[in-house]
């Protein structure tokens, strides 16, 4: 199985970026991926997550309203449209998928079964 993140980059405050997942190796169905992220010196929180089956997401107090979450199944592809951007959502982001609800797990987060390597974004001020 395999995650792979793009569309990390550099982006001034108030800016946008997309972010994107895209997944190979098995089926999803019954799955949900997400996305976690880590900002320098800090543990790795949740950030969103979308039943790969339903469509149906949910987020972190901090992103919602700014961030969205989507998926197109004909790409095996997820995405995380993050707007509104704040030098705090700095950070390193992960793609993740888990059979179970990420967004109450706790860190370091067992039940995620599936990790993609990061992508960094970065936001100035």
């Known amino acids: 199985v395999q995650l792979v993140e793009s569309g990390g980059g550099l982006v001034q405050a108030g800016g946008s970026l997309r972010l994107s997942c895209a997944a190979s190796?098995?089926?999803?169905?019954?799955?949900?991926l997400g996305w976690f992220r880590q900002a320098p010196g800090k543990e790795r929180e949740f950030v969103a997550a979308?039943?790969?089956?339903?469509?149906?997401?949910y987020y972190a107090d901090s992103v919602k309203g700014r961030f969205t979450g989507s998926r197109d199944g004909a790409k095996h592809t997820v995405y995380l449209q993050m707007n509104s951007l704040q030098p705090e959502d700095t950070a390193v982001y992960y793609c993740?998928?888990?059979?179970?609800?990420?967004?109450?797990?706790?860190?370091?987060?067992?039940?995620?079964?599936?990790w993609g390597q990061g992508t960094l974004v970065t936001v100035s001020s």
């Open positions: 979308i039943w790969w089956s339903s469509g149906i997401t």
């Open positions: 993740a998928a888990s059979s179970q609800n990420m967004v109450s797990m706790i860190n370091p987060f067992p039940g995620v079964e599936y």
């Open positions: 190796g098995r089926t999803f169905s019954g799955y949900a």
